[in-house]
């Protein structure tokens, strides 16, 4: 069905969060389609972290304690404000660490190789920084990744079948680690379904929500899942570097966790400075050193308005701007060989488009001195994300006829075929 730029418009007009572009610094002439990379700041996150600044100017040593947000309880309040976000209770959420360390941490916790169940489960399309954390913890508990990491296949290379994550689950395995979006195809696994699989083979599971979480609504608590962690600097918007999350279920609270550290301390206990430790009975016990302040205020700001718009409404938005995105290019592109890798039901499909060529990093140059930013993966994906909170669909629409030009006049001829060092 064609859409027009008239189209485009009467929906930014009738767009019941297009207020929200305001709070954001986009840069003039320049479409952002980065976000599942890197979130752009916001006015509020901005606020919150000169605000932290100011509270210590203000309060020196006391800021731990006095102040707006007291720092001793900043990384349990945030996981207060994320929680909804996962569908946790707010004692189940941690803002710490980041996306490695964190699972480091959990694996550490949760990875008790008794007899056979020695095994872990991942998939192949994973982030790499995932299977080296699952690796890593193999060695350390003397079993060879080669025998004991089983990762599942892709027949496409883009997505995984749930069937054949189901078939590896067995009275081998200890762990099954997964995401909830693959990051190159923008697969989204039935969590729920997935989690209630594991445990009828008495396996427990940990999700990976780097690429969904901010952009899709989660029910970890409901669902049974085991532990869960992602970062927030992508959909949450929250800085380069910005300070990651941990979820760990209420059935598990209480549990030592594998890495132990100061800042996983009972509150009350913490400055007595026994060697003993003792754990937080939250999901504050999984934290291991002092929390990093500063790179933790601008998710305060972010946050805010994901709560005043709840995620629910962040999830519709986001399913219809990457359905009109994916109608755009099978109409204004079909004759220049691209082809859209993302699923195309929404029950499956995460936060981004993710689109084919064998031209995609030269297309991802040529894009960028045209004003628009996009992802690219390798070998041959380009990743447009719209963001609920900033994107419009007028750029979409300007973003495709921009795509065209590049193809119709062979402008991304002008580049090489070769990512950057960060791509």
């Known amino acids: 069905m064609e859409k027009t730029l008239n189209n485009m418009k009467q929906w930014d007009e009738q767009d019941s969060l297009k207020e929200y572009r305001n709070e954001f610094y986009i840069k003039d002439k320049t479409i952002y389609l980065d976000g ?14 000169l605000s932290m600044l100011e509270s210590w100017k203000n309060h020196g040593i006391d800021g731990w304690t006095s102040g707006d947000n007291p720092w001793f309880y900043f990384a349990e309040s945030l996981g207060a404000l994320s929680a909804p976000l996962v569908g946790a209770k707010k004692e189940e959420v941690t803002v710490t660490g980041s996306t490695t360390s964190n699972l480091h941490q959990l694996l550490a916790t949760f990875y008790e190789p ?28 003397g079993n060879d990744p080669k025998e004991h990491l089983v990762q599942v296949d892709s027949e496409d290379g883009r997505n995984i079948r749930e069937e054949d994550i189901i078939k590896e689950l067995s009275d ?57 962690y992602w970062c927030n600097y992508k959909y949450l918007n929250a800085g380069p570097g910005g300070v990651g ?20 301390s009972q509150k009350e206990k913490q400055f007595d400075m026994e060697h003993t430790f003792t754990p937080a009975q939250t999901s504050g016990a999984f934290q291991i050193g002092t ?8 998710l305060l700001g972010s946050l805010e308005m994901f709560n005043e718009i709840g995620i629910e409404k962040i999830r519709e938005k986001s399913l219809h701007q990457t359905r009109i995105l994916m109608e755009l290019i099978e109409h204004e592109l079909k004759d220049f060989h691209f082809n859209i ?14 689109l084919e060529h064998e031209e995609a990093a030269r297309i991802c140059k ?39 030009k590049i193809m119709q006049e062979k402008l991304y001829e002008n580049y090489s075929n070769e990512r950057g060092v960060v791509a």
């Open 172 to 228: 081998e395995v200890a762990l099954l680690i997964l995401p909830t979006v693959l990051y190159r195809s923008g697969q989204l696994f039935d969590i729920k379904k997935i989690t209630e699989e594991a445990h009828k083979h008495g396996i427990l599971v940990g999700w990976d929500g780097c690429h969904s979480v901010g952009a899709i609504p989660h029910h970890f608590h409901d669902w049974g899942v085991d532990f869960a």
């Open 291 to 298: 929390p990093h302040i500063f790179s933790m205020a601008p």
């Open 245 to 264: 999350a941990l979820f760990v279920h209420e059935k598990h609270l209480g549990k030592t966790p594998g890495l132990t550290g100061w800042f996983g």
């Open 366 to 404: 040529a894009l960028k001195e045209h004003g628009v930013i996009p992802d690219f993966r390798k070998p041959s994906i380009i990743r447009l994300a719209p963001v609920a909170l900033y994107t419009t669909y007028e750029e979409l629409y300007e973003t495709v006829m921009i795509l065209k």
């Open 341 to 354: 890798a993302n699923p195309t039901e929404d029950k499956i499909r995460g936060g981004h488009v993710s």
């Open 114 to 141: 008794k007899g056979k169940r020695t095994k872990i489960v991942a998939d192949v399309l994973n982030f790499p920084s995932d299977i080296y954390a699952i690796q890593s913890i193999l060695k350390l508990k």
């Open 36 to 49: 599942n990379s890197l979130g752009l700041l916001s006015k509020r996150a901005e606020q919150a972290l």
